[in-house]
């Protein structure tokens, strides 16, 4: 029996607009105004990020915000600039032990960061791969036993989007989401869900199809049974090409995704007034495919 229950005991964030605001508000910035973030702005998310250092499932990360300063304005110049990132001068950077649910852990805390950097009116973009032995790493002194297995530039948004940044946008944008009989499903796979009352959920589910993932692929499948949502993972064949190389070298960049969802849901079922807490306990429910697997329940 693997039953675990977990509550997330991180600090939540306070948004200074209803939070689905800020999700619809999060974009991937990839050009950013050259300078340096004020002090009180690095001040109130550097000590966020510091805050956010135990995810819902347990595992410890810890979250720095690695900034340029006016005394030191070409500080980060060394880490290169990764997925057409231009003019950024700070990064959110995080290290986390590989434990069972890392990667989901991670992809929950620093989607909250980068929701509350949002709030503060700053462009952010998910940057995810194989930073574990990178200057990233360094610049926050990563151990051996540490992951750094996504990061994000943070800064004051650029004036004018490069022709580079509008053609990205539109080809990975919210037009092209999946719709939610692709994503929700009710009782058993095959069955889709109806939007309705839903217990009041149907805004936390809306939440989770607009976040952002990897390549766009939004391996995000929810099936709900009673008071139940089960969260599953549908992986994208030859992603990765091998699963035994899953979480020891390369960044398990779609189980990050889920801890992305796993935060926007939870964020707005708790603004909508809903409790409830985070249970890993595999339902026996028939699964679609041999690319689908089981990844946390939300028990309300």
Known sequence: DNKMATNNTSNEPVFSKPVEEVIQQR??????????????????LGTFAASS????????????????????????RSLGTYGFIQGASAYLVGAMDRDDFSPEDYGYLLEKIVLYATDLGLGTCWLGGTFTKSSFASKINAKPNELVPAV???????EKPRRIETWLKGRRGTKRRLSWPDLFFDGEFGNHLQRGDLDGYG??????????SASNRQPWRILKRG????????????????????????????????GIAMSHFELTALE?????????????????DAHTEYTVSWVS
């Open 27 to 44: 974009y991937s910035c990839r050009t950013y105004q050259r300078e340096p973030l004020s002090g009180d702005l690095q001040s109130k």
């Open 272 to 288: 909508t007034g809903l409790k409830g807490s985070w249970v890993v306990d595999e339902p026996r429910i028939q699964k679609p």
């Open 53 to 76: 250092s135990r995810g819902p499932l347990g595992c410890q990360a810890r979250f720095e915000l690695v900034a340029d300063s006016e005394q030191e304005p070409d500080r980060l």
């Open 203 to 212: 805004e936390a589910l809306e939440m989770v199809r607009l976040g952002p």
């Open 152 to 158: 994000s530039p943070v800064g004051y948004i650029a």
């Open 227 to 258: 008071d139940q949502w089960h969260f599953y993972l549908q992986r994208t064949p030859g992603y990765r090409d091998n699963r035994l190389t899953r979480w020891t070298t390369v960044a398990d960049l779609q189980r990050i995704d889920m």
